[in-house]
């Protein structure tokens, strides 16, 4: 595709300087017997956004460049926070690729833009701050071909939570992946796995659900308790019932609205007699004052179902 | 074998809880009994998000109890930026430990937009009625979970914004309501049109922003809560967090609820979106939000709505304002509208609290009106025409456009 070698440099200092920029320079020209200062460090500021059919003719040259121009444009992204970091621009311009390509009739265009994220989001000679952009990019961009380099990054710290969103955004062939990372995955990686198939309400995950209803840590344990509602099976009744009779409070609410939501599955799911069970169980322990907002809506469940009883 | 529909769980969720009209929760200070107290008297209050507007929605809440016989007592106040004074009995910097408190009956949300959903799904479970600050929520698909949860938990939901309250008593809202509401009418030709006041660059997010320590009385991690994990920057904290869309989503969505919802309300849009969404705007940035030009919205009924920023480009000029009026229904169906019964007066938060039927401004309505805005900041955010399927709630055949009204959350975070 690669036809010709544009000058990346060139087109990235094309995009619009920022506000502040834009004062620094007036300031100048109204001053010009001052001493030029010396140039300072980017300042946090306000930008217009470039003409559109200037941004999109951009675009077009780097795209004309080929995978070659889209690496040579991803290596000029730097990280806010270093020492090199000059200006937004790479990025921005990178990420008006991913709008551009995102159009219905730049498919050619599209495949080569995500064939090249991809080749890079592992590549560890870039900064983390620009593998983090580039997987956030997939989040918008990514197809089927992102998702086994995206799954290499489950099981990091640095990515986990950007890769977990940008796989669960894809959705189609994703949940082998999780599981394999959950397999794998420590603390906070764990945590995102966990929730992840809870989100996409994997069958086969069901007893990686029921085992982390007893975790000692909570939010394993809500995420756990919340994917077995997911999945409507009714052999977590039991279970969530149990995770749902806790005496910390905020747990409670949480656990409390997974019978609720398990419930609601379950009866629309044509399993009234699970469904009961769980009303049926709300009903009865939730007799305190605090907790009889939780009984009403249990019995006018129950009475909904047939199998109610008036309230007193 | 004769088939049966599966009920789905919204179908059942919508039957057993259905909105408001024979569901007879009733909260623990009607009961009487041991321990409350009786409806005349008082309910306790929280205010979580305690910065800009959230003193403001607190009063809001006061005084529109006040104005339905209640009375109000602060509680709690709560925010993340209270690390260092928060002593878990009147001050928290954590939403949870406030919502766990058994004698807190309102709460008002005052935080940025991002936790809007959260917080009011998480006090609802709790038992708690809601008011809470626009835009209710960051992205589509938090607005019908905020709207499933008030119905689930028979509670109140009402949206800090009250605009379609005065449409409510104004003649000539009420008609077009009526018209737009009777079903009569063939095919709409009615145009309205917000131009300026959007609050563009005002509320536009910093680029080049160098991170930077965390404040230690700030608890970033819960700040950021389900949205993508940035490094810190003030910018980012305390009013213009609207520049952001990890938390906001500018101008837009800061004034958008105010100008729109009292149009939503006039034009009969509480149930539905619209089906075409054309934006006129440059390429926006992918963190900070900016410039547009104007969004034109179309229903599928032919009401067209338009958000001209007045900032930015050319301004729309397609079509004129236009209202209807009685003149546009067919002469044999005029009649047929005479004999239609008038839009009901709406009720005020602190009437729908001691009724326990829903408020002017419920979670439905609100998430109606907010997803005209989230639509119209896809569009923007992808510079294309977009459509939209109002029943199933999706964008159709723009998946990228898609996945941005339906975000993935950072854990544990989830709806």
Not at chain 2, 167 to 172: H, M, Q
Request: aromatic fraction near 6%; proline fraction near 6%.
């Amino acid at each position: 595709m690669a036809t010709s070698k544009p000058n990346i440099a060139e087109l990235v200092a094309q995009m619009p300087a920022t506000d502040k920029e834009k004062e620094a320079l007036k300031a100048a020209a109204q001053q010009p017997d001052q001493p030029k200062p010396k140039s300072e460090e980017p300042v946090g500021s306000k930008f217009d956004a470039p003409d559109p059919d200037a941004a999109r003719r951009i675009g077009d040259a780097i795209l004309a460049g080929g995978r070659a121009s889209l690496v040579e444009l991803i290596g000029l992204i730097r990280d806010p926070a270093s020492e090199d970091f000059q200006d937004y621009k790479a990025e921005y311009l990178c990420h008006c690729l991913t709008l551009q390509v995102g159009a219905p009739d730049r498919a050619e265009h599209r495949r080569l833009f995500i064939d090249t994220l991809v080749s890079q989001i592992g590549n560890d000679a870039l900064p983390a701050h620009t593998r983090g952009f580039l997987v956030r990019e997939l989040e918008w961009i990514g197809d089927g071909a992102a998702i086994t380099a995206l799954g290499r990054l489950l099981t990091d710290e640095r990515f986990c939570d950007d890769a977990a969103r940008a796989l669960l955004a894809i959705k189609e062939g994703v949940v082998e992946l999780f599981r394999k990372a959950l397999a794998q995955a420590a603390g906070r990686c764990r945590l995102v796995a966990l929730q992840s198939l809870a989100v996409l309400r994997d069958p086969a995950s069901s007893g990686e659900f029921l085992k982390g209803a007893t975790d000692g840590n909570r939010e394993i344990r809500l995420a756990a308790v919340w994917g077995l509602a997911r999945l409507a099976a009714a052999e977590s009744v039991p279970t969530v019932l149990k995770a749902a009779e806790t005496r910390d409070t905020w747990e409670r609410i949480k656990t409390t609205q997974a019978c609720l939501l398990l419930a609601e599955n379950l009866a629309a799911g044509g399993r009234k007699t699970d469904a009961v069970k769980i009303y049926t169980h709300l009903r009865d322990t939730r007799a305190a004052p605090k907790e009889r907002y939780v009984r009403e809506i249990a019995d006018k469940a129950l009475e909904k179902l047939g199998a109610g009883r008036k309230l007193t | 074998m004769k088939k049966h529909r599966l009920v789905t769980r919204r179908d059942f969720l919508k039957g057993s809880l259905a909105a408001g009209t024979a569901f007879s929760l009733v909260p623990r200070h009607v009961l009487g009994g041991e321990g409350f107290t009786p409806p005349s008297e008082t309910l306790g209050g929280a205010l979580i998000g305690c910065g800009g507007r959230g003193p403001g929605t607190y009063s809001e809440m006061t005084k529109s109890l006040q104005g339905a016989g209640l009375g109000l007592t602060k509680l709690a106040e709560c925010d993340v930026r209270w690390l260092d004074r928060a002593d878990n009995k009147t001050r928290y910097s954590d939403f949870r430990r406030v919502l766990e408190r058994t004698d807190i009956d309102a709460v008002a949300i005052g935080t940025p937009p991002h936790w809007h959903a959260l917080i009011s799904i998480a006090a609802m479970e709790a038992g708690k009625d809601v008011l809470c600050e626009k835009p209710m929520t960051r992205f589509i698909a938090e607005g019908r979970a905020v709207a499933d949860t008030a119905r689930r938990y028979g509670r109140i939901f009402q949206i800090g914004t009250f605009g379609r309250f005065s449409e409510n008593k104004n003649p000539r809202s009420l008609l077009t309501r009526k018209i737009m509401t009777s079903g009569l009418l063939k095919k709409c030709e009615g145009v309205a049109i917000k131009r300026g006041g959007l609050k563009v660059k005002e509320w536009s997010g910093y680029v080049n922003a160098r991170p930077q320590a965390v404040p230690p009385s700030l608890d970033w991690d819960l700040y950021v809560g389900p949205s993508q994990f940035k490094p810190y920057h003030p910018h980012r904290v305390g009013g213009t967090h609207r520049g952001y869309w990890d938390y906001e989503g500018g101008g837009l969505c800061d004034m958008g609820q105010h100008a729109l919802d009292p149009l939503t309300y006039t034009w009969g849009k509480d149930h539905t979106g619209p089906v075409e969404i054309e934006p006129h705007t440059p390429p926006a940035h992918h963190e900070a939000c900016g410039m547009w030009g104007w969004v034109e919205l179309k229903y599928a009924d032919g009401f067209t709505l338009v958000l001209d920023s007045a900032e930015w480009g050319d301004a729309w000029e397609r079509k004129k304002s236009r209202g209807v009026s009685v003149e546009d229904l067919a002469p044999e169906d005029r009649d047929k509208f005479k004999a239609l019964p008038d839009p009901e007066p709406l009720r005020t938060f602190g009437e729908a609290v001691k009724t326990r039927l829903p408020a002017g401004g419920n979670a439905e309505a609100a998430h109606r009106t907010v997803t005209v805005i989230h639509l119209a900041n896809i569009a923007i955010r992808t510079g294309r025409k977009l459509r939209f399927d109002p029943e199933k709630e999706v964008i159709v055949g723009d998946e990228h456009a898609n996945r941005i009204a339906h975000q993935p959350m950072r854990p544990p975070w989830h709806l």
